[in-house]
């Protein structure tokens, strides 16, 4: 019995090593996983799901907190769900308007969603 568990505590502790030591990528090679065109979806496949969201409708604002300390802003733009640009830098509004194309409609009323 002693033998089981002496076991399993090793391998709980070797799980949450390895977790713990898998660095954290760069903010450059998670902004260079965004490409112009991806949907809202490949975004958060490949990034994760973001820290805020600004807009509706799929004319949206992706913001994350990039790097060790989330001290790295980045933002993703998208128009009818599809990327059409990304900054290193906080959602602003206007942009996300202007995204948006001045076919669709967008609402005044701007929102923002904090994930946790």
Do not use: H, W
Not at 7 to 13: M, R, S
Not at 30 to 36: E, I, L, P, S, W
Not at 78 to 95: K, T
């Amino acid at each position: 019995m002693n033998k089981v568990v002496c076991a399993t505590l090793l391998a709980a502790a070797f799980s949450l090593s390895a977790c713990i030591s898998a660095p954290l990528p760069a903010p450059e090679v998670t902004m260079a996983k965004v490409t112009r065109g991806m949907s809202q979806n490949d975004v958060i496949a490949r990034v994760g799901p973001p820290d805020r969201v600004r807009g509706e409708n799929g004319n949206e604002c992706y913001q994350y907190a990039l790097g060790k300390y989330g001290d790295v802003p980045f933002a993703v733009y998208f128009r009818q769900q599809a990327v059409v640009a990304s900054e290193r830098g906080s959602c602003n509004v206007a942009v996300t308007r202007a995204a948006a194309g001045p076919g669709i409609a967008y609402q005044a009323s701007d929102y923002a969603v904090k994930r946790r």
